[in-house]
């Protein structure tokens, strides 16, 4: 089985209030990058990874209006994909679901967010956040997905696809309030992590087999508050032994923090002329999956030769999205 995880820029701005993709020659969301060539190179993306099961970051809005599940099983109907239908959870205000795309034929899906070990993703966490005796309480703007999964062969699996809080400084407009912004996003992102771990640990001590999926924004080494707090969020989401999640970009990313390391994101800074490449999205798995033979990719275009050689696929995955698919092949 393959699993993706994929965070698809502002796919969102792909479609109407109905759900109706909309492939024409007007701006989507991606710089110079029209609705027609990013709906284009999604679909052809997706069909070349040939995943099972796609958990997509930033997928289409649920609103009043709006339907996370109708305009993606509208957009796999448009191209064509064996992954047609779709689940969601806990929705959120953000314009950026988390949904699961995948093929009926090959699995069952649902929504499953057991009352375990921690409060559910919908409700708050409670946390002393700066030990000042006083509770800080904490919530999802983007509430992580659980999910029960249950292959045609009849195989069970739990998946967790997330989406944690950025640590970016937006509206900061000095120096004192950018690190004032920094410092209080990576405080409430690492709570959001903490509150992520209660509800993994829960599940491997059932005895559950589980994939975490997603963006987590962090990386060790990313930035210099990290020092200030001690570990970063993914550190915190893998764990310890004998309960640690696995994914070797990110165990190499922690061995190898002044040399050269996985990507997965690539993002242009406009005051600096450059692209800045980070990883930010994980395959983690459980312990018990790593005796089933897995297989991790990053498919980026300049760093996978088979992206790199195949124009078409290396020019749809740079039109795409900032972010590029990471897959997860396992023997279930």
Excluded at 115 to 124: H, K, M, N, T, V
Excluded at 230 to 255: F, K, N, T, W
Aim: glycine share 4%; charged share 25%.
């Amino acid at each position: 089985m393959r699993l993706a995880t994929w965070n698809i820029e502002w796919f969102d701005a792909l479609f109407d209030d109905q759900g109706h993709l909309l492939a024409d020659t007007g701006w989507s969301a991606r710089h110079d990058v029209t609705r027609r060539a990013q709906a284009e190179a999604v679909a052809l993306v997706l069909d070349r990874i040939d995943a099972d099961a796609v958990m997509v970051i930033e997928a289409p809005d649920t609103n009043r209006r709006r339907s996370t599940v109708r305009a993606l099983t509208n957009f796999a109907e448009a191209a064509d994909l064996r992954i047609h239908e779709a689940v969601t959870g806990f929705t959120n205000d953000t314009q950026q679901e988390i949904a699961l795309l995948f093929d009926p034929d090959v699995m069952s899906v649902t929504h499953d967010p057991r009352d375990i070990g921690a409060p559910r993703f919908d409700a708050e966490f409670r946390i002393d956040l700066d030990i000042d005796a006083t509770e800080d309480v904490i919530r999802f703007s983007k509430p992580p997905l659980e999910l029960a999964l249950r292959t045609a062969a009849g195989a069970a699996l739990r998946l967790i696809g997330a989406h944690l809080k950025s640590k970016a400084p937006h509206g900061a407009t000095n120096h004192d309030e950018i690190m004032r912004i920094a410092i209080a996003n990576r405080r409430k992102q690492l709570a959001q992590a903490i509150w992520l771990r209660h509800r993994i640990e829960a599940h491997l001590l059932a005895g559950e087999s589980l994939v975490v999926l997603g963006d987590l924004n962090d990386g060790p080494g990313l930035d210099h508050y990290e020092n200030l707090f001690g570990r970063s969020s993914v550190e915190i989401v893998m764990g310890a032994e004998p309960l640690c999640l696995y994914d070797p970009h990110a165990a190499q990313a922690l061995q190898r923090r002044l040399g050269a390391t996985p990507t997965t994101a690539r993002f242009f800074l406009q005051g600096e002329n450059r692209y800045l490449q980070a990883l930010l999205d994980y395959a983690m798995i459980s312990p018990d999956l790593r005796e089933r033979s897995p297989d991790w990719r990053i498919w980026h275009p300049f760093d996978d030769p088979e992206c790199w050689h195949d124009r078409s696929l290396r020019e749809a995955l740079l039109a795409a999205s900032d972010h590029f698919p990471v897959t997860l092949d396992l023997d279930l």
